[in-house]
């Protein structure tokens, strides 16, 4: 499994194996763009299969992890890959590689070679998901 996850990682022009630094040529993440981009059914689609805490969004999904907690659940790094490449966690994956380009299938002829998420707004969503945390026991 490691072997893969590098040979992944390494596909990818210009990226290490090493997700714990932010992708290159950004600022840092910004929270409040990453919750909107996580809300928009037009960018990022995650309540699309996900639940967040979100309230003014209806439909939540059902068919993955809810985000709630996840900045308890995943580091920075771990969310990162999850982003960039999620095949390269879980093959069997449904979710999209967001900043990955090369090794797909299914890709329309005009999405071919382009991202859907652009590098600051995988680090805003990373900012904004390591916000969630679990409620506190009580």
Do not use: W
């Amino acid at each position: 499994m490691l072997g893969a996850v590098l040979a992944a990682a390494c596909a990818m022009p210009g990226r290490a194996a090493d997700f714990s630094a932010p992708l290159p040529g950004v600022a840092a993440g910004d929270a409040a763009r990453g919750r909107a981009i996580v809300a928009s059914r037009q960018v990022g689609l995650c309540l699309l299969c996900h639940t967040g805490p979100i309230p003014e969004e209806r439909f939540q999904g059902n068919l993955a992890p809810p985000l709630d907690g996840a900045g308890d659940r995943s580091t920075a790094a771990q969310l990162r890959q999850r982003l960039v490449d999620a095949a390269s966690i879980n093959p069997a994956t449904i979710m999209p590689s967001y900043y990955k380009t090369e090794g797909l299938t299914r890709v329309s002829a005009a999405h071919q070679g382009k991202t859907i998420l652009t590098a600051q707004q995988i680090e805003d969503v990373i900012a904004y998901l390591q916000t969630l945390r679990a409620e506190p026991a009580r």
